[in-house]
């Protein structure tokens, strides 16, 4: 019976693990806001030819499991994008999600600070999900970086 006890005790806790461990993968919405504010700082430093070449290397500060940081000018023209870089010198303003919500045109419309809601594919699962980013305006510039909910 002991033998029982302590299998179910070691089982109950390789479970818990793997949950805490499956929960971790996905960043959270304070995570990307975090992220987004170093991005906007960075921009303002190191100006954002510089602050793109940071934001596009792989496994460095800008690269967190699903959060990457994005950049458009007030044209909607793709400044950085950590996750998709065949975007950048691209024209996104007309692009809508699959409900047609036009969320570079609310991206770039944000004065200051702002969540926008949205869907997105998924850099890990390549799934269209539901994605929240915050976004920072840096002059002429929105900064972002969003979490898959």
């Given amino acids: 019976m002991k033998f029982l006890g302590k299998m179910l005790f070691v089982a109950c806790f390789v479970f818990a693990a793997a949950g805490?461990?499956?929960a971790?993968?996905?960043?959270t919405p304070d995570e990307a806001k975090a992220m987004?504010?170093?991005?906007?700082?960075?921009?303002?430093?190191?100006?954002?030819?510089?602050?793109?070449?940071?934001?596009?290397a792989p496994g460095g500060d800008f690269h967190d499991r699903d959060l990457y940081v994005f950049v458009f000018n007030g044209e909607?023209?793709?400044?950085?994008?950590?996750?998709?870089?065949?975007?950048?010198?691209r024209n996104m303003m007309g692009l809508r999600d699959v409900d047609g919500k036009p969320m570079v045109k609310e991206m770039v419309s944000i004065s200051g600070t702002g969540w926008v809601d949205y869907k997105?594919?998924?850099?890990?699962?390549?799934?269209?999900?539901?994605?929240t980013?915050?976004?920072?305006k840096v002059g002429e510039f929105a900064v972002g970086v969003g979490a898959y909910k």
């Fill in 120 to 131: 997105w594919q998924h850099p890990k699962t390549q799934k269209v999900e539901a994605k």
């Fill in 36 to 56: 987004a504010e170093k991005a906007a700082k960075l921009i303002e430093t190191k100006g954002i030819d510089e602050a793109a070449k940071i934001f596009h």
């Fill in 76 to 89: 909607g023209v793709t400044m950085a994008h950590g996750a998709k870089k065949a975007l950048v010198g």
């Fill in 133 to 136: 980013s915050y976004i920072i």
């Fill in 20 to 22: 805490v461990a499956q």
């Fill in 24 to 27: 971790g993968e996905r960043a």
